[in-house]
């Protein structure tokens, strides 16, 4: 994935606490100061791995060539690893508490209507529905009871149900039956949901996680080009298997595009791949913005570069503006709304939108056809990103020791990492550029029913499943997207539908070109078998395409 469009659209080729800083002077930072020895060992290390870098470039010259063994060359190209701040051992931190932040839910118009629906940020499991009267509703995803997911429960004439002993409960959390109390017993004051404070704004679901502190609506995002007159938008939710700052890592670096993606779509070519420019504008305790665009771009006549915004949590835009041959000015936005699903996972929701109409066979083109583009894109970053996050966990040190870092692709990663280097001590785990707090919690790994049970369970819109595809299986293209759209997942069943009334008319009218006795009739009869196996191919390749995953096919180029 990236910071350029993953759907198949104009889009695409258009657009490429609060607290102030404080300085942290640790006790390994005095006693360097009065011990120069200490700092010149670290120097002495530093040149040690500075001479394996160098000695790792002469064989790789010696054996193809045409990379250069200069230390100062490695000083042109890299991003420096370690600024005066990090030498002296001193580090800025800001005030941050992770919960004291809004996290996109949901796409609202993807929130069941008579289901409840679980969901996770970090570690918090919540439970989301939609009441009696269309209000949309949150709790912890527990029961007070015995512990029961709520979201495997049910609604009940606009309460929800807890399926293990029917336990209901109303919108502000208090639980209104409890089917074994006597009938003259009182309800136990203590027999509550636990309330989390949500908002719809802009067509996504926002929650509140702290439970100590009001909700600050101040900090909830706005995104300006999504209120411009014409705006239109291709939203879809994805659900993805490894941590959400690698996930944010990679939605911020443009260079892998034309390799990564390598003919997707029409703007991604690997023969485009080249060195990129980048100019941060402005660094904040919440965040950084700037521009970026293709080194080579630089100096065109009417040339926008990109302008990327990145705002705690793990909000992501990119935004450009572009002035057509009429002098009217349309406007592109790349939305990334992440969300901390649980250690090795995450949830995205992107949105892509503009101005422009769309033209020539664009217009035709369905969502559905987007959305399952969207898909394969992810599907191709999945492997990389998947490994990476194992090498994290597996070598607990911070990214500046594992990454190598260029000038002129990977600013932003820079950028990122350190940020976190300011608030992750306000975060349940991170991997920052200089420091890291691992997860505590072990990853929990859940388990749909299995057997004959699974029809049922899978019927609901908020669990999924059609056919034998019943497990959440967040490497499955299905489970990842089409159980969280409603449009997608109306797509696919309309097209099972249409492929089981073909199948059938298929069988009947080969039965009867068999009966029959007239040429005329058999061929006719033919006909239609062949137009409705054609129709079967076609939705079986359609059901696919929003089932099935990418498989790279490695090509000798």
């Not at 609604?155 to 003259?184: A, M, R, S, T």
Request: charged share 25%; glycine share 6%.
């Amino acid at each position: 994935m990236a910071l350029q469009q993953p759907f198949l659209s104009e889009l695409l080729h258009l657009t490429s606490k609060r607290s102030l800083p404080i300085t942290l002077t640790t006790r390994s930072t005095i006693l360097s100061l009065h011990l120069p020895q200490k700092h010149n060992l670290y120097l002495h290390n530093k040149q040690l791995k500075k001479q394996e870098r160098i000695s790792c470039y002469a064989i790789a010259e010696n054996i193809g060539g045409g990379i250069s063994s200069s230390e100062n060359d490695d000083q042109s190209v890299l991003l420096e690893n370690s600024s005066l701040e990090e030498l002296r051992g001193q580090r800025e931190i800001v005030g941050y508490d992770w919960t004291e932040e809004w996290y996109p839910l949901y796409l609202t118009k993807n929130v069941p209507d008579d289901a409840p629906l679980g969901l996770t940020v970090f570690d918090k499991q919540v439970v989301l529905y939609k009441d009696g009267s269309g209000e949309l509703r949150c709790f912890e995803d527990r029961c007070p009871h015995r512990l029961a997911k709520l979201s495997e429960g049910q609604l009940y004439d606009g309460k929800l149900e807890c399926l293990y002993h029917g336990w209901q409960f109303e919108g502000d959390g208090k639980c209104v039956k409890i089917p074994q109390l006597p009938e003259n017993a009182r309800i136990p004051r203590s027999a509550c949901a636990k309330k989390y404070e949500i908002r719809d704004s802009q067509g996504v679901v926002w929650i509140w996680m702290s439970q100590r502190t009001p909700p600050n609506i101040n900090k909830i995002p706005w995104f300006e080009n999504f209120e411009r007159e014409g705006f239109r938008d291709i939203s879809t939710t994805h659900e993805l298997p490894y941590d959400h700052s690698i996930l944010l890592e990679n939605l911020m670096d443009p260079a892998h595009v034309p390799i990564s993606h390598d003919r997707t779509d029409f703007t991604a070519k690997r023969e485009d791949a080249g060195p990129l420019f980048f100019e941060v504008t402005e660094r904040t305790n919440r965040g950084f913005a700037g521009w970026w665009g293709k080194e080579k771009d630089q100096g065109k006549a009417n040339y926008t570069p990109n302008f990327l915004r990145f705002e705690a949590p793990c909000v992501l835009q990119n935004n450009r503006e572009i002035v057509d041959e009429n002098g009217e000015k349309h406007y592109f936005s790349g939305l990334f709304l992440c969300r901390p699903s649980g250690q090795g996972k995450s949830m995205l929701i992107v949105r892509f939108g503009n101005t422009r109409k769309r033209t020539g066979i664009l217009k035709f083109i369905p969502n559905w056809f987007l959305h399952q583009n969207a898909g394969k894109v992810f599907e191709q970053d999945m492997g990389f990103l998947s490994s990476q996050n194992e090498i994290l966990m597996k070598e607990k040190v911070p990214t500046k020791k594992l990454y190598l870092n260029l000038k002129s692709s990977d600013t932003w990663v820079a950028e990122y990492r350190k940020w976190m280097d300011k608030v992750g001590h306000g975060m349940p785990y991170h991997f920052g550029h200089s420091t890291i707090y691992l997860p505590q919690q072990p990853a929990v790994v859940e388990h749909a029913p299995a057997g004959f049970v699974a029809n049922f369970s899978a019927a609901q819109p908020a669990k999924g499943g059609i056919g034998g595809m019943y497990a959440p299986n967040p490497a499955n293209r299905y489970f990842r997207h089409v159980v969280h759209c409603k449009d997608c997942r109306n797509v696919v069943k309309a097209f099972e539908t249409w492929k089981k009334a073909l199948s059938f008319v298929a069988v009947v009218s080969t039965a009867l070109a068999i009966l029959v006795s007239g040429r005329q009739w058999k061929a006719l009869l033919l006909l239609s078998t062949s137009l409705c196996l054609a129709g079967i191919y076609a939705c079986s390749t359609a059901i696919a395409m929003n089932t099935t995953n990418f498989i790279r096919i490695h090509r000798r180029l």
